[in-house]
């Protein structure tokens, strides 16, 4: 079982108070929302993504999709791609694929999330596996993670 000590730590550090709950084990965001009863508005989940080759995550309600080729021309970049497992695997070594939390700055890479987001007053997203969620308040996720906001879906 991946370990989420680091992230649990950071917020214990940072005397960030958070709720932790398990939920029957699920792989998609969507799925997790609805297993742990949450709005898909509120449960985020985070996509590693290529950014000029650098990895990056975005960060995302459950519910939308992410717009690759929007995305890009908000960062006036010609490309943002999906990272391969290969590519970012290493770089969260305590995490299960697909569980990361919405951290970048715990793992050195930029985090961007959807404008969306910044209206929530709570975020829950998984807690580096498929069976744990942290639930914060969402003031507190934007001053730890200091993420810059794009619109990832065309609407």
């Given at each position: 079982?991946?370990?989420?000590?680091?992230?649990?730590?950071?917020?214990?550090?940072?005397?960030?108070?958070?709720?932790?709950?398990?939920?029957?084990?699920?792989?998609?965001a969507q799925r997790v929302a609805a297993s742990a009863h949450i709005s898909g508005n509120y449960f985020v989940k985070t996509?590693?993504?290529?950014?000029?080759?650098?990895?990056?995550?975005?960060?995302?309600?459950?519910?939308?999709?992410?717009?690759?080729?929007?995305?890009?021309?908000?960062?006036?970049?010609?490309?943002?791609?999906?990272?391969?497992?290969?590519?970012?695997?290493?770089?969260?070594?305590?995490?299960?694929?697909?569980?990361?939390?919405?951290?970048?700055?715990?793992?050195?890479?930029?985090?961007?999330?959807?404008?969306?987001?910044?209206?929530?007053?709570?975020?829950?997203?998984?807690?580096?596996?498929?069976?744990?969620?942290?639930?914060?308040?969402?003031?507190?996720?934007?001053?730890?993670?200091?993420?810059?906001?794009?619109?990832?879906?065309?609407?």
């Open positions: 079982m991946p370990e989420k000590k680091r992230l649990l730590t950071y917020l214990e550090e940072n005397k960030v108070p958070y709720q932790i709950s398990a939920h029957p084990k699920a792989y998609t996509i590693v993504v290529k950014i000029e080759g650098k990895l990056a995550l975005a960060v995302l309600p459950a519910n939308e999709r992410i717009n690759f080729d929007q995305f890009a021309k908000q960062l006036k970049i010609p490309k943002v791609e999906l990272a391969t497992e290969a590519e970012f695997r290493k770089q969260f070594p305590d995490c299960e694929t697909g569980g990361m939390p919405p951290f970048g700055n715990l793992y050195g890479i930029d985090t961007y999330i959807a404008a969306d987001l910044l209206k929530n007053e709570e975020i829950a997203f998984n807690a580096c596996n498929h069976i744990d969620i942290i639930t914060l308040k969402f003031a507190d996720y934007q001053k730890l993670v200091n993420p810059q906001s794009f619109h990832f879906e065309v609407h």
